[in-house]
């Protein structure tokens, strides 16, 4: 199953010393800074997806993440120049794929561009795929529910979405287009998902995206794929959108999904409460040390007057050479865990990790690694602390999908 990682400038500084914690780059972050593909031995994914609501967004859109300046070099230069997808040395092929950017523009009755739009930008990026013009239906009903009774919205929306898709095969074939067309879907039950696919199908299309999937609980969307199953032709493949249920991907690819994007593996690494460092066999949470200039809620307590800023401080940087002096064998893990919860009691109060936290000490995952991330970081890697760190934890977390994907059975030869 190919894996393709939607980009939102996620980069870490090469610069960046994890000691002293300061940086020493200039210039452009975009141009001197890594990207994933760039920092680990081989690409973790085998494509990069980028939005048009990320580079160009509609008004009132929160999505961009680039600058004026960054979007006229990403359409002078191209995708592949822009992102370095053809770094010399890569053990393998990054493939480029552009999206509209549907729920960005979820809340609004119309998509707020046309096909031309969305093709111009494909044309403009130079990418390999791109994906047609859709309107994201959010609810989901069983089979049960008479198509009568289903909101007219999203049979509205559902029609929209199969048009726009059928103008978008006939712009690209019409002007010969060089990048592969891929379908979107749309649907609000498992039936209406194979109406969708069957009707692609029939406009030309043997690579389908399925949208608006993304709320979905797992056994609805292999529901859904299972209903497609009865009209997919063998050589259809089907693409999820944004899917993060990655322990599920077995089953995805038995279902006839060719290829999947998400950010789940990187959000992962900062955002969930406990699953912040993976491996093949589990997850573990990250050592959270934050710091006292950079955390909200402790600021809030600070400028409130509850918490001493220079107290603060000093359980701060006595956790920060804790785990170092841990990691070197100078502090034992009871002395350590007792700094933590001190400083834990200060910056959250009622928070107690202790135990999940002495697991990732005691065991160590990031010895076995054999990234690079955890190669040249150590220790340093399942701190949560900055966006260095944070990040590159990130980046290790797709390492660990791609040895996952790599490792799912091969299929019989002649299936998808």
Same mark, same amino acid.
């Given at each position: ?47 990069m997806l980028l939005s048009k609501a990320m580079i160009d967004p509609h008004l009132g859109s929160k999505s961009v993440r680039y600058s004026f300046a960054q979007v006229q070099r990403l359409k002078r230069v191209g995708v592949r120049e822009f992102l370095r ?15 509209? $950017? ?156 060719y290829s999947f994007d998400s950010t789940s593996p990187l959000k992962r690494a900062f955002m969930d409460d406990r699953d912040n460092y993976h491996s093949l066999e589990r997850t573990y949470t990250a050592v959270r040390i934050p710091q006292v200039d950079g ?44 700094r933590l919860r001190e400083y834990e009691l200060v910056w959250h109060g009622k928070k107690d990790d202790a135990v999940r936290y002495r697991e990732t000490l005691e065991d160590k995952p990031w010895k076995r690694c054999r990234c690079a991330i955890c190669q ?17 934890? $990130? ?22």
């Amino acid at each position: 199953m190919k894996f393709f990682f939607p980009d939102a400038h996620d980069l870490v500084d090469p610069s960046f010393d994890f000691v002293s914690e300061r940086r020493t780059f200039s210039g452009s972050r975009q141009q001197a800074q890594l990207y994933a593909h760039e920092i680990l031995s081989e690409p973790p994914y085998d494509g990069m997806l980028l939005s048009k609501a990320m580079i160009d967004p509609h008004l009132g859109s929160k999505s961009v993440r680039y600058s004026f300046a960054q979007v006229q070099r990403l359409k002078r230069v191209g995708v592949r120049e822009f992102l370095r997808l053809d770094r010399p040395g890569l053990k393998r092929q990054i493939a480029s794929m552009g999206d509209c $950017g549907s729920f960005s523009y979820v809340n609004e009755a119309e998509p707020p561009y046309g096909v031309e739009a969305v093709a111009q930008f494909y044309m403009d990026c130079q990418f390999d795929y791109g994906i047609s013009l859709d309107h994201v239906i959010l609810g989901f009903r069983d089979a049960s529910v008479k198509k009568s009774d289903v909101p007219p919205d999203w049979r509205r929306r559902f029609q929209i979405t199969l048009s726009k898709a059928e103008d978008f095969i006939k712009l690209q074939r019409q002007e010969h287009l060089p990048f592969k067309p891929i379908g979107a879907a749309q649907g609000w039950s498992s039936e209406s998902y194979r109406d969708a696919v069957k009707n692609l199908q029939m406009m030309g299309y043997d690579y389908i995206a399925l949208g608006g999937m993304v709320p979905l609980k797992t056994p609805e969307i292999l529901a859904s794929l299972e209903a497609i199953r009865e009209v997919r032709k063998p050589s259809t493949k089907l693409h999820l959108l944004g899917i993060s249920r990655l322990e599920n991907l077995d089953a995805f690819e038995d279902a006839g999904v060719y290829s999947f994007d998400s950010t789940s593996p990187l959000k992962r690494a900062f955002m969930d409460d406990r699953d912040n460092y993976h491996s093949l066999e589990r997850t573990y949470t990250a050592v959270r040390i934050p710091q006292v200039d950079g955390n909200a809620q402790l600021k809030k307590l600070i400028l409130a007057g509850v918490v001493d800023f220079g107290a603060a401080r000093k359980l701060e940087l006595a956790c920060f050479e804790g785990v170092l002096e841990f990691d070197k064998g100078k502090l034992g893990i009871e002395s350590l865990l007792e700094r933590l919860r001190e400083y834990e009691l200060v910056w959250h109060g009622k928070k107690d990790d202790a135990v999940r936290y002495r697991e990732t000490l005691e065991d160590k995952p990031w010895k076995r690694c054999r990234c690079a991330i955890c190669q040249k970081l150590g220790i340093h890697v399942v701190l949560f602390r900055g966006a260095e760190r944070n990040r590159r934890r $990130g980046f290790h977390n797709l390492y660990v999908l791609r040895q996952r994907l790599d490792r799912l059975p091969a299929k019989e030869k002649g299936k998808t």
